[in-house]
């Protein structure tokens, strides 16, 4: 049973360029949610797909967004990239229902922005 | 065993012994938690999770207490093993919220 995946494992880009991540969920998982964890802190959420729409959404500024594909697969997509973007970001799959259901997570992807 | 009282940053364990995980949640309306594992260049992997309904959960060699009273999570991890070696975070939701809120972490180091 395959997990959560993502790719790339690594990025390097510079400031002002744009960025896409991808994420295959969990087998049998039809929600995604993504997370950005900076050094040393806990993931903060940045927003979740379910049914191909963005459900919810964290404080992150519009540069951030996002795809859900009818495989249930996602992108993050962020634009001019600025120095503080680098960090992990995190792709979390789970079940539609409950809400708050256990979100397993993905190994991430670790973005630098130079 | 060694416990905390208190959320501190880093957990130092002799190899054998249990270990006490502490957390702090910060909404009382948050019924759901679950208490993940990073190590070093990973994702969070699951360990455990509990739901407000429920004072204590058992796993394989985990523990997850909940008291509702104090906000306050923790996680005792027995027979505390080199593989235990990682960083700790706890997680909360809330009912009709679909993200996860996450504590700050804590780092447990084993010593052999």
């Known amino acids: 049973d395959a997990g959560v995946t993502q790719s790339p494992t690594h990025l390097i880009k510079t400031r002002g360029q744009q960025v896409t991540l991808r994420c295959s969920p969990k087998s049998g998982h039809d929600t995604v949610s993504w997370y950005q964890q900076a050094l040393g802190q806990g993931p903060q959420f940045i927003f979740q797909?379910?049914?191909?729409?963005?459900?919810q959404r964290g404080n992150f500024p519009d540069r951030f967004s996002g795809h859900q594909f009818p495989n249930y697969s996602s992108e993050l997509n962020v634009n001019a990239l600025l120095l503080g973007d680098s960090a992990l970001y995190l792709c979390a799959s789970s079940l539609e229902t409950p809400p708050g259901e256990t979100q397993y997570f993905g190994p991430g992807t670790r973005l630098l922005v130079l | 065993g060694e416990s905390v009282g208190l959320h501190l940053p880093t957990l130092s364990v002799q190899e054998g012994d249990n270990s006490i995980i502490n957390c702090a949640y910060s909404?009382?309306?948050?019924?759901?938690f679950i208490w993940y594992k990073q190590e070093s260049g990973k994702g969070p992997q699951f360990i455990i999770d509990i739901r407000s309904n429920m004072d204590k959960r058992q796993g394989q060699r985990v523990t997850v207490l909940l008291n509702k009273t104090v906000k306050h999570l923790s996680l005792q991890i027995a027979a505390t093993q080199p593989g235990d070696s990682a960083v700790y975070f706890c997680a909360e939701n809330i009912w009709g919220d679909y993200k996860l809120s996450f504590g700050a972490g804590t780092t447990v180091t084993v010593r052999a």
């Open positions: 909404n009382s309306a948050s019924d759901y």
């Open positions: 797909y379910y049914e191909e729409e963005e459900r």
